[in-house]
């Protein structure tokens, strides 16, 4: 089982929707987790970062469920800009490894 | 403030070529790491460093070297290409003060081997 998993998608949504992207992981000793987004032949760039506590930016809130070890990017009221590949991030082994999904692909249409 | 640098922008090397991808950060982090990124595979830790002198392992460290004399510089090390190593290759640093994780990355490097 790979460490952070994510479903590839694509997720076709039309603008205004909400879409919401799961991203689970293995190792229940880690602590913060990240939300990255990628633009296609870019760099990625950090969306949100997650604690236990959850977080909310503006149409963008993040949650993390230990329990069931997984964390969530629910995006509102979509927009063609939110087209992109987001990135779930871990830590590994003590923090110094920052272990990446594989990406979920969002593609808002008019 | 340029952030983090990587040079050359592509890269094109035979199977046995060795070549070094730059790496340089004017931010003063401690932290840098250096992925690779394939299709629908994310991106992969290669390597990582916390401070100067100090690295270690990541994900998929074979085939390639790192070493960190100064806290800009963190150059990647091909030793012998091979056409797996044909990737995108990003440097990332992050000042990693406070819990704070987040990786400022570079432009990113296309490499194939051919």
């Known amino acids: 089982r790979k460490e952070v998993e994510q479903d590839p998608g694509p997720f076709n949504v039309p603008e205004g929707a909400t879409v919401a992207f799961n991203c689970t992981y293995s190792?229940?000793?880690?602590?913060?987790f990240f939300w990255y987004r990628q633009d296609c032949r870019k760099e990625p760039k950090l969306l949100m970062s997650v604690y236990s506590s959850g977080n909310e930016d503006g149409r963008f809130t993040a949650q993390l469920n230990r329990a069931s070890q997984y964390i969530s990017l629910l995006i509102r009221d979509s927009k063609l800009s939110d087209s992109a590949t987001y990135l779930c991030?871990?830590?590994?082994?003590?923090?110094?490894?920052?272990?990446f999904g594989a990406g979920t692909r969002l593609a808002v249409h008019p | 403030n340029a952030g983090v640098t990587q040079t050359p922008k592509f890269q094109v090397l035979k199977t046995g070529q060795s070549m070094t991808l730059q790496c340089a950060q004017d931010m003063n982090h401690e932290y840098m790491s250096w992925y690779r990124q394939d299709p629908g595979m994310g991106l992969r830790l290669i390597h990582y460093?916390?401070?100067?002198?100090?690295?270690d392992q990541g994900e998929v460290p074979n085939g390639y070297n790192v070493s960190r004399s100064t806290t800009e510089d963190f150059p990647l090390r091909l030793l012998s290409a091979a056409p797996s190593q044909t990737s995108v290759y990003f440097c990332a640093s992050s000042d990693r003060q406070g819990g704070n994780e987040k990786l400022f990355f570079g432009s990113g490097t296309q490499l194939s081997v051919l």
């Open positions: 460093s916390v401070g100067a002198g100090i690295t």
């Open positions: 991030v871990a830590p590994s082994g003590g923090y110094n490894k920052l272990i």
């Open positions: 190792n229940s000793a880690s602590q913060s």
